[in-house]
């Protein structure tokens, strides 16, 4: 028998997931073949540009306490052995790319510092958080996907950097976006279900997640995952939001999925440990530092806040 749909009051609903927050930016798509365009707008004196390497990018604190990226005018950065990516325009007509580097420039003070999407992504402003998770989804699949899938040649970046093309079969190459699902997934009861990944360390639990498979519906995947990595069965399933993670190239769809069954069995192979847990157990847990909620950045602390009521505690640890 299907279990009853469960209700709650969202005290976080004015809390937009991470990196999907209006940003400011116009991706400006119809420039990205005008290489006429492009050599006026980098040499313009109101462009700005920085480097990502290894997903990295540098940051620092302004004056007022803000934490921004940092930038240079472009006609200033030279672009030896550098990959150049446009990425857009703001609402005030400055032109931003990003240079790909194998490595990051030396501090420019001693405030500068190198960070990840998983840390910046949470300092950032809108706009500069939204530059940074695209120039981080570039280069992943840049350095991923060098060589052309059809006959096997060297690619060469075109497109500003969002296509590469194969200069021996004229084959073109976009970035790669693979759908995954992540859910939060509730009881009669409503307990939420959270699960330990194998490679995870002790005590850290998340929601359940998995990519979608070819000819399968998101729906169809979210019911298929859950099954497979705990063995409980899914009715009902909402979608609420998604997420770019970038790492390499996921784009997170988050669900609420309603569990017709509750009896546990963890794949391990996946999934190393699943719990179920109550408002008061979870933040019980948490207090004790039995269990360490996923990092605030992602959809997945976004999906549990929703149920839990309030904000999680923040992880400081990246």
């Known amino acids: 028998m299907e279990a009853p749909v469960t209700t709650w009051t969202d005290h976080t609903a004015d809390r937009p997931v991470s990196l999907t927050a209006p940003n400011g930016i116009d991706r400006a798509a119809h420039h990205r073949l005008d ?3 492009l050599a006026a707008a980098w040499s313009h004196p109101s462009t700005r540009c920085f480097v990502v390497s290894g997903g990295q990018v540098l940051i620092d604190e302004t004056a007022d306490g ?7 005018p472009s006609f200033e950065a030279p672009l030896t052995e550098a990959h150049r990516y446009f990425l857009g325009i703001d609402q005030d007509g400055v032109s931003y790319f990003a240079l790909q580097k194998d490595s990051l420039p030396g501090r420019m003070d001693d405030s500068a510092r190198p960070a990840g999407l998983r840390e910046a992504g949470l300092l950032l402003s809108p706009r500069d958080a939204g530059l940074m998770v695209h120039a981080v989804a570039l280069e992943n699949w840049q350095r991923l996907h060098r060589f052309c899938s059809r006959c096997g040649e060297r690619t060469v970046i075109a497109a500003a950097g969002h296509i590469r093309r194969c200069p021996a079969c004229g084959a073109e190459h976009y970035p790669r976006t693979d ?23 002790e005590g850290r639990f998340s929601t359940l997640a998995g990519f979608v498979e070819p000819g399968e519906s998101i729906e169809q995947s979210v019911r298929r995952e859950v099954h497979e990595e705990v063995g409980i069965d899914v009715g009902e399933v909402e979608y609420l939001a998604s997420q770019p993670w970038p790492f390499p190239s996921s784009l997170m769809l988050g669900f609420v999925a309603r569990a017709t069954s509750t009896t546990i069995q963890v794949d391990g192979d996946e999934i190393h440990e699943a719990r179920w847990f109550s408002r008061d157990e979870l933040d019980a847990a948490f207090t004790s530092g039995e ?4 990092y605030g950045i992602s959809i997945a602390a976004r999906l549990i ?3 839990y009521g309030k904000p999680l505690p923040t992880r400081t640890a990246f």
């Open 179 to 201: 759908p995954a699902v992540i859910m939060a997934v509730v009881d009669e009861h409503d307990r939420i279900l959270l699960g330990r990944q194998v490679h995870w360390p």
């Open 291 to 294: 269990v360490l909620p996923p």
């Open 35 to 37: 290489e006429a365009w």
């Open 66 to 72: 803000r934490t921004e990226i940092v930038m240079t």
């Open 305 to 307: 806040e929703r149920w």
